[in-house]
C-alpha cells in the first residue's frame, strides 16, 4: 500500500512543482518532495542515501533556493505559449528512456547480476578487509576511495569557484569600480 | 520564512540583537545549535558502524552554522566563522584525504591503501577511514557555509 502511495505522491509533487505560479509555494512543495523522498530511501533500506537526501534535499537545497529566490521576483514570468516541438521532443525522449528500463535488472531479484557476483563479494570480505561494519562506507573510503577523492576535490573546487566569482565581485562593486566580466 | 526576512538577514543583522525582538527564535536557536553540530559530529564519526559519513555528517555541520546565520544576521555569523577559517577549512579537507593517501605511499603501501599504516591491518584500515571522511566532513561543511554565505550577502547596486 504505502510502497504505491509514496511514488504517486512524488510524482504529483514533481506535477504541482511545475504547474504552480508562486515560486516560494513551489520551493515549499520540492522541499516535502525531497522528505517523502527520504522516506522512500528508507523503505528500501538505502539508510545513507536517505540521511543525505534529507540533509541536503530538503536542507541546504531550500536554503539555497531561498536565498536566490530573495534576490529575483517570487512571481514565474507569464506568457509563455505552448511550445509543441518541446513537447514532442520531451514525450519522445521520455519514452526511449522508459523503453530502456525493460532491459533493466528487475528490482528486489536475488538472480540480478550484481546480486550474485558483486554483493556477496562485499558482504564476506568487507569485514575481513576493512575492519568496517558499514559496507557503504567501506566501499566508499576504501574500495572505491579514488571516487571519492574526486568528488571531494569538486566539492572543494566549487566552494573556491564561489569565493573566486562572487566575493570578488563583491568587492568590485562595493569600491565602485566596473564589475568583472 | 519570507523574502523581507532574507533581506533583513543581509541589510541590517544587528537589529535582531540588538532589539529585544524574536526572543523565540533565538532562545530556540541557542538551544538548538550545539545539539546539532553534536548530531553532525556523531555522524560523521558514526559512519563506519551506521548510516552516515563525512558528506552527510558535513552538511549537518553546515546546516547548523547556517541556521546560526539565519537567526542572528550574516555579520554575526562571520564572526564565529571568519571568511578565512571558511577558505582554509575548504581546502584542507581535501588535503587531509590526500594526505592520508601519501602516507599510505610512505608506509610503503599504494596510494589509499589504509592497511599499512599500522602493524594490525584492520585497526590501520578503520583508521584511516575514519580520517578519510573527517576530511570529507570538513570541506563539506566549510563549502556549505560558504556557498551560503556568498550568495546571501547583498551587494550595494542590488
Known amino acids: 500500500m504505502i510502497d504505491i502511495a509514496i511514488p504517486l505522491f512524488l510524482v504529483a509533487c514533481g506535477i504541482a512543482v511545475i504547474l504552480m505560479k508562486d515560486l516560494l509555494s513551489s520551493i515549499m512543495v520540492f522541499t516535502v518532495y525531497s522528505l517523502v523522498m527520504a522516506i522512500e530511501w528508507v523503505r528500501l533500506n538505502a539508510v545513507d542515501v536517505a540521511i543525505t537526501e534529507a540533509a541536503v534535499g530538503a536542507?541546504?537545497?531550500?536554503?539555497?533556493?531561498?536565498?536566490?529566490l530573495s534576490r529575483t521576483r517570487s512571481e514565474e514570468s507569464s506568457g509563455s505559449k505552448s511550445n509543441w516541438p518541446a513537447l514532442a521532443v520531451t514525450m519522445a525522449v521520455t519514452g526511449v528512456l522508459i523503453y530502456g528500463t525493460f532491459d533493466m535488472p528487475r528490482l528486489m531479484d536475488?538472480?540480478?547480476?550484481?546480486n550474485v557476483h558483486l554483493v556477496p563479494y562485499f558482504l564476506d570480505y568487507t569485514y575481513k578487509d576493512t575492519g568496517v561494519i558499514n559496507v557503504v562506507t567501506a566501499i566508499l573510503a576504501s574500495y572505491r576511495g579514488y571516487?571519492?577523492?574526486?568528488?571531494?576535490?569538486?566539492?572543494?573546487?566549487?566552494?573556491?569557484?564561489?569565493?573566486?566569482?562572487?566575493?570578488?565581485?563583491?568587492k568590485d562593486r562595493g569600491k565602485g569600480a566596473e564589475p568583472r566580466a | 520564512m519570507s523574502k523581507q526576512s532574507m533581506q533583513r538577514?543581509?541589510?541590517?543583522p544587528g537589529s535582531d540583537i540588538t532589539t529585544q525582538k524574536h526572543v523565540i527564535r533565538r532562545t530556540v536557536a541557542k538551544i538548538l545549535i550545539?545539539?546539532?553540530q553534536l548530531f553532525g559530529l556523531y555522524v560523521i564519526a558514526h559512519g563506519e558502524l551506521g548510516p552516515g559519513g563525512g558528506f552527510q555528517g558535513g552538511v549537518i555541520l553546515g546546516a547548523s552554522v547556517i541556521v546560526?546565520?539565519?537567526?542572528?544576521?550574516?555579520?554575526?555569523?562571520?564572526?564565529?566563522v571568519t571568511e578565512k577559517t571558511s577558505d582554509l577549512l575548504v581546502?584542507?579537507?581535501?588535503?587531509?584525504?590526500?594526505?592520508?593517501?601519501?602516507?599510505?605511499l610512505l608506509a610503503g603501501g599504494n596510494y589509499l591503501q589504509y592497511n599499512v599504516l599500522l602493524p594490525d591491518p584492520k585497526l590501520a584500515s578503520h583508521l584511516g577511514i575514519l580520517g578519510v571522511e573527517i576530511g570529507i566532513g570538513i570541506t563539506v561543511a566549510a563549502v556549505m557555509i560558504t556557498l551560503f554565505c556568498e550568495t546571501v550577502r547583498r551587494d550595494d547596486d542590488d
Open chain 1, 147 to 170: 571516487d571519492t577523492l574526486g568528488e571531494v576535490v569538486v566539492v572543494s573546487t566549487a566552494g573556491l569557484c564561489t569565493v573566486l566569482l562572487l566575493r570578488q565581485a563583491g
Open chain 1, 59 to 68: 536542507g541546504i537545497t531550500t536554503v539555497l533556493f531561498l536565498v536566490v
Open chain 2, 91 to 104: 581546502s584542507s579537507g581535501a588535503l587531509i584525504y590526500g594526505g592520508i593517501g601519501i602516507l599510505c
Open chain 2, 9 to 12: 538577514i543581509s541589510h541590517d
Open chain 1, 110 to 114: 536475488p538472480a540480478n547480476a550484481p
Open chain 2, 68 to 80: 546560526y546565520i539565519l537567526v542572528f544576521g550574516l555579520d554575526e555569523g562571520r564572526k564565529r
Open chain 2, 34 to 36: 550545539p545539539f546539532i
